[in-house]
């Protein structure tokens, strides 16, 4: 996963089978003892979305709905603190 976060936080992006296509979705998961504030984007969906993850908290970010095919590349930019 791309993308520069503090090492409290991690980014996993996953292909999800809705029965008719991909929904792509990243998970971000904020072990940190702050809130942080995401940027999110992927290579079918460039268009960022801004998430805060409250501390010790995960937040899950659907970047794509029913996609023809289950590849995808997100970046994933956080940073300490909710902007």
């Known amino acids: 996963m791309l993308g520069d976060r503090p090492a409290c936080v991690t980014a996993v992006a ?8 991909f929904n ?3 998970t971000l998961d904020n072990r940190c003892d702050s809130a942080v504030t ?3 984007t992927s ?3 460039p268009r960022e979305q801004r998430v805060v993850v409250p501390p010790r908290e995960s937040r899950t970010v659907k970047t794509y709905f ?3 095919g289950y590849g995808v590349t997100a ?4 940073a300490a603190g909710a902007r």
């Open 38 to 40: 995401c940027r999110v």
């Open 14 to 21: 996953q292909p999800y089978f809705n029965g008719t296509g």
């Open 75 to 78: 970046t994933a930019h956080c």
């Open 66 to 68: 029913n996609a023809a």
């Open 24 to 26: 792509h979705l990243v």
């Open 43 to 45: 290579d079918i969906n």
